[in-house]
């Protein structure tokens, strides 16, 4: 299954990176999925149509849940939203500090339904002082983050195109180590560096895509352009060189005035405005130096930014929903279709669908076999003989379990639904 990476305009991209690791996010659409499901040889046709309903019922109720989800991240996210267009109520720094630490942990719970891995300091310091290819020199002050959390998905290895002098221009194509998401949320403390449009009030979350590993650092708050020697040295040595070039032509000026009077102190005073024009043009220099690096890193954050602030939530939500669903299917469908009477063990399943991805959407995926079953256990879809077996309830009986457990969002004192293993294949 190929993974398009995307450039900024004027780059190529090879559209096949390969996984540095197993991950667990399944990155097939949850339709898609049901129909390759459906579509099995060992499914007859006549069943087919019982499974695409048991699998909207299962959907339905997981989009339920994550709806509840939702409110709560929103409620939680609407006294620290930059983008509010609502008022929220005053609360004590105290009061604020725990509803902060609230939210973090909420968000912790989200990235982790929707696979991302939390990056440590260190792979975070691991981008600083360096730049890509493509990138930038950054200098970052942590000191200005009360608390900074980066998570990471999608950990390839991308291909790009780049072109060097001393390869006399021609294109070659080399490794990139890329994120292909990345998820960053942070609250920023009162500091020298922190910028005018930012404060200390807010939490910002941010989701980007196809970052390589070492310009991580461009799209954090308070990053600083740090110009390489060259940059620095097409500023300084002309500085330097004007420098020098007005102290001799003062030297000169004066004994020019000396010897030569009013024509010479002409003469001199044309020779001052050429220096001083040197220095104008090595001050614009720097400033067009400066506007170079600004505009590149507009650029990449213009065509690799997904979403902004709540919007991210949205977004989030909707990939763990989605990655739920996929889980319960593959999961329910093995242990119906395949597993038999006598069932599977959780190393067995788990096997059995990785083999399937694999063969089946070349997907090489680490699959979490144990968060599926706790999935379809908490509904009662699934049992656990007393030898560590698992086994699946009939199609007819699971979906009837679902529309109960559907009914009993809305009236909780309907009875529950018995044991799946009483009604196991």
């Known amino acids: 299954m190929t993974v398009e990476i995307q450039a900024p305009e004027g780059e190529s991209i090879s559209e096949r990176p390969a996984h540095w690791r197993k991950e667990n996010y399944i990155p097939v659409r949850k339709a898609e999925l049901v129909e390759l499901l459906a579509s099995q040889a060992e499914l007859p ?91 930038l020199k950054l200098t970052i002050d942590f000191e200005l983050f009360e608390r900074l959390e980066v998570f990471a998905r999608g950990d390839v290895v991308g291909r790009r195109e780049r072109r060097r002098w001393r390869n006399l221009m021609r294109a070659e194509e080399v490794d990139v180590p890329i994120y292909q998401r990345l998820v960053i949320i942070c609250r920023l403390r009162e500091h020298p560096h922190l910028d005018a449009r930012s404060s200390p009030h807010h939490v910002y979350i941010k989701t980007f895509k196809n970052i390589p590993k070492i310009d991580l650092d461009m799209l954090l708050p308070g990053s600083r352009i740090k110009m390489s020697l060259f940059d620095q040295g097409k500023i300084f040595l002309p500085t330097v060189s004007g420098l020098v070039i007005t102290g001799w032509k003062l030297f000169q000026g004066a004994v020019v005035v000396a010897v030569a009077g009013f024509y010479g102190l002409l003469t001199y005073l044309g020779l001052m405005a050429g220096t001083l024009g040197y220095g104008v043009k090595s001050f614009f220099g720097y400033l067009r130096t400066q506007q170079k690096y600004q505009l590149n890193l507009t650029r990449s954050l213009y065509y690799q930014n997904l979403d902004n602030n709540a919007g991210v939530l949205f977004r989030l939500l909707d990939e763990a929903e989605e990655q739920e669903c996929r889980e319960a299917f593959l999961a329910y469908y093995f242990l119906w279709r395949r597993a038999g009477s006598e069932g599977w063990t959780s190393e067995e399943l788990d096997r059995e669908i990785e083999a399937f991805l694999l063969r089946e959407a070349e997907l090489n995926i680490d699959f979490e076999v144990g968060d599926a079953l706790a999935k379809l256990r908490r509904l009662q879809l699934i049992a656990q003989t007393p030898d560590g077996r698992w086994r699946a309830a009939t199609i007819e009986q699971a979906s009837s379990d679902l529309k109960q457990s559907w009914n009993r969002l809305f009236n909780p004192d309907l009875p529950a639904a018995p044991d799946a293993a009483a009604n196991a294949a």
């Open 45 to 135: 046709a006549e069943e087919r149509s019982d499974f695409r309903q048991f699998c909207r019922l299962l959907e339905s109720i997981y989009h339920h849940e994550y709806r509840a989800q939702l409110e709560a991240l929103k409620n939680a996210y609407a006294p620290f939203d930059p983008d509010s267009d609502t008022q929220s109520s005053a609360v004590s720094p105290p009061a604020q500090a725990g509803q902060v630490d609230a939210l973090f942990d909420k968000f912790v719970w989200l990235l982790e339904r929707a696979n991302f891995v939390r990056l440590s300091r260190a792979d975070i310091s691991a981008a600083l002082g360096a730049a890509s290819e493509w990138g």
